[in-house]
């Protein structure tokens, strides 16, 4: 496979694994959201939440379980195009919006 093929590809799965990891974070969407107006919950620049200090024992576990299912994710996708999980995560933390301040 060429180099310009394996981009389209790793850019197909990282497409689609975005719109999978959104459709996980929309089943916490009003929690998430409202967790992170609160500054409860904001996102890395790694591809995953991170609970602040003001975070209640609920936000905190939702972090945990999204998290926890977007490393299988990011792992999946990772798997199937030959690069780093941390990779996927990186190019899937540009789509996801602000970062923790």
């Given at each position: 496979?060429?180099?310009?093929?394996?981009?389209?590809?790793?850019?197909?799965?990282?497409?689609?694994?975005?719109?999978f990891?959104?459709?996980?974070?929309?089943?916490?969407?009003?929690?998430?959201?409202?967790?992170?107006?609160?500054?409860?919950?904001?996102?890395?620049?790694?591809?995953?939440?991170?609970?602040?200090?003001?975070?209640?024992?609920?936000?905190?576990?939702?972090?945990?379980?999204i998290?926890?299912?977007?490393?299988?994710?990011?792992?999946?996708?990772?798997?199937?195009?030959?690069?780093?999980?941390?990779?996927?995560?990186?190019?899937?933390?540009?789509?996801?919006?602000?970062?923790?301040?």
């Open positions: 496979m060429s180099s310009q093929e394996l981009i389209k590809t790793v850019t197909k799965s990282l497409i689609l694994g975005a719109l990891i959104f459709s996980l974070t929309a089943v916490h969407a009003v929690n998430v959201g409202q967790a992170k107006q609160q500054g409860m919950a904001c996102e890395l620049p790694t591809g995953y939440l991170q609970a602040r200090n003001n975070a209640t024992p609920e936000v905190k576990a939702m972090v945990v379980d998290n926890a299912k977007r490393k299988a994710e990011y792992t999946r996708i990772a798997n199937e195009n030959g690069v780093k999980p941390e990779n996927v995560g990186l190019l899937t933390a540009k789509k996801l919006g602000p970062k923790c301040p």
